[in-house]
């Protein structure tokens, strides 16, 4: 009898530091811990399998967040091509730029309000790139579903790297 209170105890201990071990996971790592499960009853090396890895949450955020800062550059790209446009129409003193949801001409003070306003729009961009990166950054040393890394610190190092070349190269820094 004092053997199977014993052995009782013991799972009631078991179950006790379970429920505090899972009351200290987050509900992402909770789901994570999930899906490993799932992954884990795959058959390997099968459509099922590679898409399964594919769709790996850790890899769809960094896939999402490399989209976000692809984005945001594309959008500074643009607003410089605006800024540009607006500026020599200025100059050339043959201004088309029309206001928004309307075919009225803009007049030189409302063109250069415009690129005011464009101005604080990329300033916006390039300060949110920093926190995509941080987002990123999270994700380094944490491993996929078969145990692979997903992203390694020399890869994240060198993305921020091409990501700081890509907004030199429009005429800002990362830490503007």
């Given amino acids: ?7 009782f105890r013991n799972e009631k201990i078991k179950e ?7 009351a200290n996971l987050t509900t992402e790592e909770l789901q994570r811990i999930e899906a490993q499960r799932k992954f884990n009853d795959i058959e390997k090396d099968t459509h099922t399998y590679k898409i399964a890895l594919h769709l790996d ?3 769809i ?25 607006c500026l020599k129409q200025i100059e050339d003193g043959d201004i088309y730029e029309t206001l928004p949801d309307s075919n009225v ?12 306003h464009q101005e604080w729009l990329r ?4 300060r949110a790139i920093a926190p995509s990166l941080a987002k990123i950054r ?12 997903i992203l390694t610190e020399e890869e994240f190092n060198a993305y921020v790297e091409e990501t700081m070349q890509k907004l030199e190269a429009l005429g800002h820094s990362l830490y503007d």
């Fill in 138 to 149: 999270s994700i380094v040393g944490h491993k996929d579903y078969v145990g692979q890394d």
């Fill in 61 to 85: 955020q960094l896939r999402d967040e490399k989209q976000i800062i692809y984005k945001r550059l594309w959008n500074i790209e643009n607003i410089n091509n605006v800024e540009a446009r």
């Fill in 123 to 126: 300033l916006g961009e390039v």
């Fill in 57 to 59: 949450a850790l890899r």
């Fill in 105 to 116: 001409v803009m007049n030189e003070n409302e063109v250069k309000t415009y690129m005011k």
């Fill in 16 to 22: 006790n530091m379970i429920e505090k071990l899972r």
């Fill in 1 to 7: 009898m004092e053997k199977q209170d014993k052995g």
